[in-house]
């Protein structure tokens, strides 16, 4: 997805090149390595907010954490340390930063040839692919039963993978559109590693009082080796529902930022201006989801 505005943030790192500036993290460019920082950044409709939450880089570095280690002998991910003292010793000299601020945030990684595809997985019927069902009875083209209601498991998870555009929306493709644009070895590796990584994460979540409804990876070549990048399996990446509030026929309570998407929503901006400020209240309420996420997930 595009960004329409930037915030600078407390975390820069001087005398290493900034490769991309995203919308939630920072990242730098050391050859064949990447420093990435989760900022406190928060994206809605495509803007990043004025106003950070409060630990949110930390929140979800630990939960990605959490995910590249118990999926380790699934699929190799790209992390190499998250020792921020481990880290500086890896680091050219010169390098500068308020090293304190960065603790718990930052993660040193393999950099990889990035395919250029979200790698997506559904197990219920959420968001857009509820509005699909609505409409043609289909989840991204793949036909589904009658009389699924909103969030109802899917016969079995889908696999259904998006264009990932530096700019503007990402847009949904089909399987045979995925082949011809990454080749049609890589494009059944991708599949096969999205719906593993799925499946073993929804049993996970599940013991941990949690309901994995959709999420989504990102895979990049080292070498010729096909790696887990990004983030993986937080709730800016993946829609998680509270297994005991879960019901279907509504939209369950998620942990994601939907609570200030409704917030901005319900004040009546029209998306095309520098979004509202959020209120204290908002901000306090959207970290409290977060740290519950986290909770749950180490119980
Ligand atoms: N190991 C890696 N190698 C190359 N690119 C990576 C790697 N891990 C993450 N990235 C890229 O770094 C960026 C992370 O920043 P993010 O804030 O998520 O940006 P975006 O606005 O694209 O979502 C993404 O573009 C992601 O694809
Ligand atoms: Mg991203």
């Not at 340390?81 to 481990?86: C, F, P, Q, R």
Request: with cysteine; net charge neutral.
């Amino acid at each position: 997805m595009g960004m329409k505005n930037l915030i600078t943030s407390q975390l820069e790192v001087t005398g290493i090149p900034l490769l991309r500036k995203g919308k939630v993290r920072d990242v730098y460019d050391l050859g064949d390595k990447l420093l990435i920082v989760s900022t406190d950044r928060l994206s809605a409709f495509d803007w990043v907010l004025e106003t950070p939450i409060p630990d949110k880089g930390k929140i979800l570095t630990e939960a990605s954490l959490l995910w590249f280690d118990l999926t380790k002998t699934i699929i190799p991910n790209h992390l190499i340390t998250a020792d921020l003292g481990e880290i500086k010793k890896r680091l050219p000299s010169g390098v500068q930063a308020s090293w304190k601020d960065l603790e718990g945030r930052t993660m040193l990684v393999k950099k990889a040839k990035r395919v250029d595809a979200e790698c997506i997985a559904r197990g219920y019927l959420a968001g857009s692919g509820f509005k699909e069902y609505k409409k043609s009875r289909s989840v991204c083209g793949e036909p589904l039963p009658e009389g699924l209601l909103e969030a109802s498991p899917l016969p079995h998870p889908l696999f259904t993978p998006s264009t990932k555009a530096d700019e503007g929306h990402d847009q949904n493709i089909s399987f045979e559109e995925l082949k011809s644009f990454v080749g049609v070895e890589t494009a059944l590796k991708l599949k096969g590693a999205t719906l593993k990584l799925y499946e073993f994460a929804s049993d996970y979540s599940r013991s941990h009082g949690l309901i994995l409804a959709d999420t989504k990876f990102e895979f990049g070549f080292v070498g010729s080796e096909l790696y887990l990048i990004d983030e993986m399996l937080t709730p800016d990446s993946s829609r998680f529902w509270d297994a005991q509030l879960y019901r279907t026929g509504s939209s369950p309570a998620s942990f994601d930022k939907q609570f200030v998407r409704d917030y901005l929503e319900q004040t009546g901006w029209d998306k095309n201006s520098a979004p509202p400020v959020l209120p204290q209240e908002i901000i306090e309420q959207t970290r409290i989801r977060y740290l519950q996420f986290l909770k749950m997930l180490k119980n």
